[in-house]
């Protein structure tokens, strides 16, 4: 028979084992941390208005390439978060069709900052939108699917 004293440190390591076990179990499953491990994902790119032989095109500026009137491309449940500058002579408001969003009304060297969240797939055209439309270009939001949903030959390739 144990006596009382042995019981005591018998208990006592059996109860510590069991404090331990359930610490890293609590702690495993992403309880405890010092920082967030998921970030908020976000696209950012800023484009600009030019008014160019009375004509008017958006150029990529950053977070997309130059080219006139670009072809826009984010995801769904994500930020976009769109800067237009006005580098034109004239005022400009950027309109995105089917997504309903504008800018404000732009004077020369002004800019807005629009936040986007899409969270349905889709091909929505761009406009200059002053009296009418004037069509610029394309803004597709597309769904990425996580790696961990790929199936069959897909997953051994990751």
Not at 72 to 80: E, G, H, K, M
Not at 125 to 146: A, C, N
Request: charged share 20%.
């Amino acid at each position: 028979m144990l006596s009382k004293d042995k019981w005591i440190i018998l208990v006592a390591v059996v109860l510590c084992i069991a404090v331990l076990g359930g610490m890293m179990i609590f702690i495993g499953q992403g309880n405890i941390r010092h920082v967030s491990i998921s970030w908020q994902e976000k696209i950012e790119q800023t484009v600009a208005f030019e008014d160019i032989d009375g004509n008017v095109q958006l150029k990529g500026i950053s977070g997309i390439d130059g080219d006139p009137n670009p072809y826009l491309v984010t995801r769904t449940n994500f930020a976009y978060i769109l800067t237009v500058i006005n580098n034109g002579d004239k005022h400009h408001r950027l309109y995105i069709e089917g997504l309903n969003i504008q800018t404000d009304l732009l004077e020369p060297g002004q800019q807005d900052t629009l936040t986007i969240y899409p969270t349905e797939e889709g091909i929505y055209k761009y406009y200059d939108k002053l009296q009418e439309l004037e069509s610029l270009g394309y803004l597709e939001v597309r769904t990425v699917i996580p790696s961990d949903e790929f199936t069959g030959f897909l997953r051994d390739l990751i």
